[in-house]
Every structure is written in C-alpha cells, then in structure tokens.
C-alpha cells in the first residue's frame, strides 16, 4: 500500500476521481463501498470463482481471464510488502 498522504495534489485528484468514476460505473459510492465490503466478506478471494463472476447485493462482477489462486496470492502479498 502507498502512503495516502506522501503523494502531491495532482495524484490525489486523479485517484480521487478515478475512484469516483468507478463508483458512478456501479450506481454510486453506496453500491460502490457495498461491493468491497462483499468482497471482503467472502470466504475464498473472488477472482480465483470458476464461473468468472461475483455476485453481490446490487449486481454481479463478470471477467474473462482465468486467474489462480497462487497469482492472487502473490498479488496480495506484494500490496502488502509495499508498505
């Protein structure tokens, strides 16, 4: 993870509306934090499902590449190990 508050404005602005742009793709902010938390909550990491999707409250997430579980795993290690 990188330090929120070591990066210039110009950065932050563009997370900031990257991430709103995000939150606008799935109906809103609510809808957006809802989609993390389920994320979250669930037991195996979404991305390793056979079907390729997620369902969730308000919607599903679909995507078309394969990804295993040591890839996730080792994806999640290097965010950690960056902070």
Same mark, same amino acid.
């Given at each position: 993870?990188?330090?929120?508050?070591? /990066?210039?404005?110009?950065? *932050? =602005? $563009? !997370? $900031? @509306?990257? +991430?709103?742009?995000?939150?606008?793709?799935? &109906? &809103? @902010?609510?809808?957006? /934090?809802? !989609?993390? =938390?389920?994320? $979250?909550? =669930?037991?195996?990491?979404? !991305?390793?499902? @056979?079907?390729?999707?997620? $369902?969730?409250?308000?919607? %599903?997430?679909?995507?078309? #590449?394969? %990804?295993? *579980?040591? #890839?996730?795993? /080792? /994806? %999640? *290690?290097? !965010? *950690?190990? +960056?902070?």
């Amino acid at each position: 993870m990188i330090d929120y508050n070591s /990066l210039d404005d110009a950065t *932050k =602005e $563009r !997370l $900031r @509306k990257q +991430i709103n742009d995000c939150a606008q793709s799935l &109906g &809103g @902010k609510n809808y957006f /934090l809802q !989609l993390l =938390e389920a994320i $979250r909550a =669930e037991h195996n990491h979404p !991305l390793i499902t @056979k079907d390729l999707s997620f $369902r969730f409250n308000h919607g %599903i997430v679909k995507w078309k #590449k394969v %990804i295993f *579980k040591d #890839k996730v795993q /080792l /994806l %999640i *290690k290097l !965010l *950690k190990n +960056i902070s």
